[in-house]
């Protein structure tokens, strides 16, 4: 099966820089999403890494190391409406996506 | 471009019922995936339909079954509905190669509550 692990609330201020952190264990690993959710709302989807490094997108950087099965979000110049819940998700080689159960980001003034 | 739709967005059901949530994936997608999000939690992996066959099935009993139709849209039923099947079900899109790297499109989800 899978499982994940990610910090369920982080606190920060605005334009500070925040990481939200993700190890996991699966079998037939593929790759590491990250999602966001506002309250009440439908995720989107924010990155993806198959390969270990940083992949960088505007505001937002993902992390993945696959042989420490460990990932990171990086969020930069944070404002208000980055207050949200983050969900890593791991994809596996059946094109299955399983969640984590979300870290809530709360940015304040 | 329509996104992901579903309906209802909320509806209300007593214990032993049944309900059918539905689903329109964006378009030129072809598959279809169901999860289940209780409050504070995760969205949890029900069933995933491509070429109108489940692929594959998370950790749900049988009450939980579906259905996807010729244009790719999908349904979820839920026979026999338990207090605990109270949540936000949510339908997430994608063409089937995009689901190995994890870009799902979501609906907004139907809420479900059952009294």
């Known amino acids: 099966g899978q499982s994940l692990e990610q910090p369920s609330e982080v606190t920060a201020v605005e334009g500070a820089i925040v990481q939200i952190n993700c190890t996991y264990q699966?079998?037939?690993?593929?790759?590491l999403s990250w999602y966001q959710q506002h309250d009440g709302g439908a995720p989107t989807f924010l990155s993806y890494?198959?390969?270990?490094g940083l992949e960088e997108t505007g505001r937002f950087s993902s992390f993945l190391s696959r042989s420490d099965s460990y990932g990171y979000l990086l969020l930069q110049e944070l404002q208000m409406k980055d207050s949200a819940s983050y969900f890593c998700a791991v994809s596996t080689n059946a094109g299955k996506s399983t969640f984590g159960d979300g870290t809530t980001l709360t940015v304040k003034p | 471009d329509a996104g992901v739709t579903q309906s209802p967005t909320h509806l209300i059901k007593t214990r032993g019922q049944q309900v059918t949530l539905r689903c329109s994936p964006k378009?030129?997608?072809?598959?279809v995936s169901w999860y289940q999000q209780a409050l504070g939690q995760g969205p949890q992996f029900i069933f995933q339909?491509?070429?109108?066959?489940?692929?594959q099935r998370g950790n749900f009993p049988d009450r939980f079954s579906g259905h996807q139709f010729p244009n790719y849209s999908s349904e979820l039923n839920v026979n026999a509905l338990l207090l605990g099947d109270s949540a936000l079900y949510l339908c997430a899109s994608s063409l089937l190669r995009d689901s190995y790297t994890g870009e799902l499109f979501f609906g907004e989800g139907s809420r479900l509550t059952v009294l």
């Open positions: 378009s030129g997608h072809d598959t």
């Open positions: 339909y491509y070429e109108e066959e489940e692929r």
């Open positions: 699966t079998s037939g690993f593929y790759g």
């Open positions: 890494n198959a390969l270990d």
